[in-house]
């Protein structure tokens, strides 16, 4: 159970980080309202907070993080983007995955 709540808290934390960078996206590249800017660095401050709930070292999950930021930008470029991913966004994502598993969830002994 501890690690579906990691992987949990990881998904909810890339998706505070996408938004809070899509936002401004939104408004210096498609010209949309400056207003985005306030929701966008709410955002940022959600994600930055998430990160700090995770109980291992900060740096364990920072690394093991980018794993599934990466998926879930896959994701995104899909349900936002209307872009499907190709064979090697998915393999290099699934790749991703792995490398956060391995990380967060291998035995350690101390």
Known sequence: MPE???VGLFIITALAEIVGC???YLWLREGKTIWLLVPGALSLVAFVWLLS???TAAG???AAY???YIFMAILWLWAVNGIRPTTWDLVGSSVALLGMAIIMFAPRTA
């Open 4 to 6: 579906l709540k990691a």
């Open 22 to 24: 899509y936002l401004p």
């Open 53 to 55: 709930l995770h109980p």
């Open 60 to 62: 364990r999950v920072y």
């Open 66 to 68: 980018g794993g599934v």
